[in-house]
């Protein structure tokens, strides 16, 4: 890239936010990791990053691979966050919804994926 490391305004502000959210979850993103569902690129791709001390108790990383759209039902094994009987999730930045989890520690959240897009559950 050279002495420099922005191209442009856009480029800065691109890497300011990338930056900004690994910040906000630096902690979280640094504990263990669970595969839910490994690449293959035939289907979604998921893993949960888990740490039952932290107010974030895990971060789900969901990627779709597939030129078409995506809705599925994923099951979240959250044995490891330390949660028992409620879970609270949040897609993105929107607002938390509390989910009761099973007998087993799970809990069957509902997503949509655009085309060769990804998003983010924080679960508290």
């Known amino acids: 890239r050279g002495p420099r490391l922005f ?3 856009v480029t800065e502000y691109l890497v300011k936010r990338e930056v ?3 910040k906000k979850y630096r ?3 640094n504990a263990d990791i669970i595969h839910i569902r490994r690449p293959d690129g035939r289907d979604y791709d998921a893993l949960m990053h888990v740490d039952p001390s932290g107010k974030e108790k895990a971060l789900v990383m969901i990627f779709n691979p597939l030129d078409i759209k ?3 039902k994923i099951i979240l094994p959250l044995y490891y966050t330390g949660l028992t009987t409620v879970a609270r999730i949040r ?3 929107n607002a938390m919804k ?3 989890l099973s007998r087993n520690y799970s809990v069957t959240y509902p997503v949509e994926i655009a085309a060769h897009s990804y998003t983010w559950l924080v679960i508290e």
Do not use: N
């Open 7 to 9: 191209d442009s305004p």
């Open 20 to 22: 900004d959210w690994y």
């Open 27 to 29: 902690h979280i993103l």
């Open 70 to 72: 995506i809705s599925r």
């Open 91 to 93: 897609e993105k930045e």
């Open 98 to 100: 509390p989910y009761h």
